[in-house]
């Protein structure tokens, strides 16, 4: 059973940083495409950043400059350094991986996700 595990959400300051982990369970990820969305309630889940199985990365153009995705083959885990966060930044996180090394910025292309965790940015 493959399980993605989130953590490090949490509630902070206009201007602060946060560092979101992913850790994978069951299966390596560390030739697959992993990614973070991100939603809001009564909304769509978004893409935030994705990185394929070689390491490239892509991102929402909101959150260009701001955030980093970042991957440790050895630890099957994933990360996202969210820096300068903003009170629209303010949302539910999930962690997704698919079976396949290239990245999609769309979520129906993800097999595997997360329980999500809530990041909170106060004005």
């Known amino acids: 059973q493959v399980q993605l595990i989130e953590s490090g959400g949490g509630l902070v300051q206009a201007g602060a940083s946060l560092r979101l982990s992913c850790a994978a369970f069951g299966r390596t990820f560390s030739s697959a495409a992993m990614a973070w969305f991100r939603q809001v309630a009564g909304k769509e889940r978004d893409i935030v950043a994705a990185i394929s199985g070689g390491g490239g990365t892509r991102y929402a153009d909101s959150v260009k400059g701001r955030f980093t995705i970042s991957r440790d083959n050895a630890e099957n885990t994933v990360y996202l350094q969210m820096s300068s966060l903003k009170p629209e930044d303010t949302a539910v996180y999930y962690c997704?991986?698919?079976?396949?090394?290239?990245?999609?910025?769309?979520?129906?292309?993800?097999?595997?996700w997360g329980q999500g965790t809530q990041v909170t940015v106060s004005s």
């Open positions: 997704a991986g698919r079976p396949l090394a290239a990245m999609s910025v769309w979520s129906h292309d993800y097999s595997y």
